[in-house]
């Protein structure tokens, strides 16, 4: 499938982070959906089911390992990527036990991304 | 590292101007060699190396020549001749004023000698200066000793903050501990673990643009949301990593998102600690708590 014909959602609380994801990924003609929170994330996957999830850690009300257990329940065909400043080895094991298909950690490379990305949705 | 602290201090006695003291930086940084290039130089690494172990940089909280071990890239030994060869030929502050006339011989003579009398720094404390190192650089100027056995965590803390503000903003941080306490924004963020900790950044708009506008590379003009948001991501990478480092030493600790106020830092305990930290635009006091 074409890059441009993908959807990613990209959840994460820092409107910082969500600008530069999507300058990225609409750059390499990717669609860019985005939630806020775990709660929200969840909700957008449930209406737009899209191809892959950029999914950051810490975030109010629910966290992103709470959300991607939600989203795998949902659906368990999911390609969830963890986008986290928290890369230890606890949370690495818990979010690919969960169903994660990778774990970035921040401060992440651009390269790193689209490889990633690529890779989820082949 | 030094040349940052003795430049601030010819500042504060009026030898040298706002002015004078930037561009005597400018000239300073424009000859000083990076680890990176000299090793390119000295055909050890090729420039695909060094791209690959700055990109490293970001993840990892190590230095250049470190990672470059790591990657099996360079020798102990070979990264030691680098170093000396990098403060061969790194140009002192000292030497930038008296290049640009700012200064007379004596003069510098007359204003090191008090640089090292007025800051009370010992012959250890002065040589890790000069040798950029920020862990003792935190020991020489803040005191902990109010947070007992928890105060070699707040020195760690302290100091990959400063590694971090150097990594990620491209600024050399002093650590201004005289300064009165600026009023502003304020970043903060809480950890969870063996025992809390409460972090912070206060500052006024002007810092927080600048700091934003270096750290995020958007272009930022005013102190809006995504300033602050851009401060606050700070925060939280730096964070992150501290994490990660206290994970290694099996101490673990939960992030909580972080917090944008206008208000002052507030933390429910009694250990809070501020350090002033200046930068070349302004002043960002860094708050941390234990709980």
């Known amino acids: ?122 | 590292m030094f040349n940052q602290y003795f430049g601030y201090f010819l500042l504060k006695k009026g030898l040298l101007t706002n002015e004078q003291l930037y561009d005597a930086f400018a000239l300073e940084r424009s000859v000083r060699p990076k680890v990176g290039v000299l090793a390119i130089d000295a055909g050890l690494l090729s420039a695909a190396q060094v791209e690959e172990v700055h990109s490293l940089q970001h993840r990892m909280d190590k230095k250049f020549g470190e990672i470059a071990i790591i990657q099996g890239y360079l020798t102990q030994e070979q990264l030691e001749n680098l170093l000396t060869a990098q403060k061969v030929r790194r140009l002192s502050l000292s030497q930038a004023v008296i290049d640009r006339g700012y200064l007379s011989l004596s003069q510098l003579e007359t204003a090191l000698e008090a640089y090292r009398r007025e800051s009370n720094l010992s012959s250890e404390q002065l040589t890790a200066l000069h040798s950029g190192d920020y862990d003792t650089a935190a020991r020489a100027f803040i005191d902990f000793s109010r947070a007992g056995v928890e105060a070699n965590l707040l020195y760690h803390y302290v100091a990959l903050m400063l590694r971090n503000i150097m990594r990620f903003v491209g600024e050399e941080p002093t650590i201004d501990p005289g300064a009165p306490a600026v009023e502003g924004w304020l970043m903060a963020q809480n950890m969870t673990g063996a025992s809390d900790l409460y972090t912070g950044l206060v500052m006024d708009e002007q810092v927080l643009v600048e700091l934003a506008r270096r750290y995020s590379g958007e272009v930022i003009s005013q102190a809006d949301a995504l300033a602050k948001d851009s401060v606050a991501e700070f925060l939280n990478e730096n964070n992150g990593l501290f994490v990660v480092n206290m994970s290694d030493l099996t101490l673990e600790y939960e992030l909580q998102p972080p917090v944008i106020a206008e208000n002052p830092f507030a933390a429910p305990v009694d250990k809070v600690f501020r350090i002033p930290l200046r930068l070349s635009f302004g002043q960002a006091d860094l708050y941390v708590a234990l709980k």
């Not at chain 1, 390992?65 to 230890?88: E, R, Y």
């Open chain 1, 1 to 122: 499938m074409a890059a441009k014909e993908l959807s990613v959602l990209i959840c994460d609380d820092s409107m910082l982070i969500r600008k530069k994801m999507r300058d990225l990924l609409e750059a390499n003609d990717y669609q860019v959906l985005e939630a806020q929170n775990g709660l929200e994330g969840v909700e957008v996957y449930r209406q737009t089911k899209p191809a892959v999830v950029f999914m950051d850690i810490v975030m109010p009300q629910s966290d992103g390992l709470q959300a991607l257990k939600q989203i795998k329940q949902f659906d368990p065909q999911a390609k969830v990527i963890m986008l986290s400043s928290t890369g230890t080895a606890t949370k690495l094991v818990e979010a690919l036990k969960s169903g994660a298909v990778d774990f970035i950690q921040k401060p992440y490379e651009k390269d790193h991304i689209l490889t990633a990305l690529a890779k989820a949705s082949q």
